[in-house]
């Protein structure tokens, strides 16, 4: 094994984990209909702000897994494949993790799952910043491993791979860390600010009171 492939392989393991304990931890609430709970330990920035009362109104109504009042009927169906795509995503980038580990010609196949399953991630939660530090830190590890894997792979089969291949991985790889930094600066410098910041907070509180006094 290379330095690069070490690493690469160490930072898809990582991701690989943090899926694994996501979807063992979000599979109760899921099962359980609790909307409200399953929102707030997956988007965490989410959930420490005053636009979590609407979810808790609606599901101390009553559960999504009950035909009742409350969530809608079977509306936690959705939630419970989340869950399990979050474990068996971990179980993709554990097959990208050992395939970089063995320097597999196509090691670099095997990443397509995680990459890509991020990239759906950032697109719902990163964009509108209401998935937190936890979430968000996961984007830059599996691009690392990602940009690092393409580059080992040309390096150990540089005979086999074209350059369209491993370039191309690189150039997304760099583009995703590139964009993902630009969203979290545009965060930070309030040029881009999410949906949870407290300006925006004052508003849908006052939304929120509107339509409760109808």
Not at 1 to 10: N, P, W
Not at 95 to 102: E, L, P
Not at 107 to 129: E, K, N, S, T
Not at 132 to 146: K, Q, R
Request: net charge negative.
């Amino acid at each position: 094994m290379s330095t690069i492939s070490i690493v690469s392989a160490i930072l898809m393991g990582e991701w690989a984990l943090v899926h694994y304990g996501a979807g063992i931890a979000s599979i109760g609430p899921a099962l359980r209909g609790d909307i409200a709970n399953y929102y707030k330990g997956n988007c965490q920035k989410l959930g420490s702000t005053e636009q979590m009362k609407p979810f808790f109104a609606v599901q101390e109504q009553g559960s999504a897994a009950v035909d009742d009042k409350g969530y809608p009927y079977l509306l936690n169906r959705v939630f419970i494949q989340h869950s399990c795509n979050l474990f068996f995503v971990g179980a993709q980038a554990t097959i990208a993790t050992v395939g970089i580990t063995m320097q597999s010609r196509w090691a670099l196949l095997a990443c397509v799952p995680p990459f890509a399953f991020d990239i759906g991630y950032w697109v719902a939660m990163d964009i509108p910043d209401i998935g937190g530090p936890i979430g968000e830190a996961p984007t830059f590890i599996v691009s690392t491993a990602v940009l690092l894997a393409a580059l080992d792979l040309k390096a150990t089969h540089s005979a086999d791979v074209g350059d369209v291949e491993w370039i191309v991985a690189v150039a997304c790889a760099c583009l995703f860390i590139v964009v993902a930094a630009f969203r979290k600066i545009g965060d930070l410098t309030g040029k881009w600010p999410g949906v949870t910041t407290p300006a925006d907070e004052d508003v849908a509180i006052s939304l929120n009171s509107n339509v409760s006094s109808k």
